[in-house]
Every structure is written in structure tokens, then in C-alpha cells.
């Protein structure tokens, strides 16, 4: 039992540590956001398939937190998302976790 809580406190702290350049995103949410858009089959068709080069490529755009909202703001627009700023800051809080890993 007491492993299990230690686990489960390690997971929400690093779960927060992903998400701290965005403290009110929630990375879940943003997945889900990210999945119900189809960004993902977008960025494979941008990227001859593997939509996650997006985001690992040597040669990617965003390099900051704040580069990193302003491109999910900018897909958001140019896919017609129709997203509140906070629903942007949920998938920018998810792609920070699963990728880019800014503190």
C-alpha cells in the first residue's frame, strides 16, 4: 500500500514538473483535445507519416514555452479548432510532457 502511494505521488509530481511552464494546463486534457482535432493525422501528412517528427526533428521551430503556445494557437487557428486560450494551454501543457519537456 505504501509503495503504491509513493508511486502515485511521483506520477502527479512529474506529471506537474511537465506541465510548470503551463500551471493551468492539464496535459490530459490536452491530449484529448490534441486527438479529438486530428492534429496528429495532420502533422503525419506534414511529415510523411510519423506526425511525432513534428516535434522531434533536429531542425523544430519551437525551442521555448512560449514558441510552443504560440505555434498551438496558430494550428489551432489554421485548423478551424475553435479552442479557448485555456483549451490551447491543455495541449500545449500534453506536447510539453510527452515532448518537449520544458521546466
Not at 483535445?33 to 503525419?44: I, M
Request: aromatic share 10%; hydrophobic share 40%; with cysteine.
Amino acid at each position: 500500500m505504501k509503495q503504491t502511494l509513493i508511486l502515485i505521488t511521483a506520477m502527479i509530481l512529474a506529471g506537474a514538473v511537465f506541465a510548470a511552464p503551463f500551471p493551468k494546463g492539464d496535459p490530459k486534457a490536452g491530449k484529448t483535445l490534441f486527438d479529438n482535432a486530428k492534429c496528429g493525422a495532420c502533422h503525419a501528412s506534414m511529415m510523411g507519416g510519423e506526425g511525432s517528427r513534428l516535434f522531434t526533428r533536429p531542425e523544430r521551430k519551437v525551442n521555448s514555452p512560449d514558441a510552443l503556445l504560440k505555434q498551438v494557437k496558430f494550428c489551432a487557428t489554421q485548423a478551424g479548432a475553435q479552442w479557448f486560450p485555456d483549451q490551447e494551454e491543455h495541449v500545449a501543457a500534453y506536447l510539453n510532457q510527452q515532448y518537449y519537456k520544458f521546466k
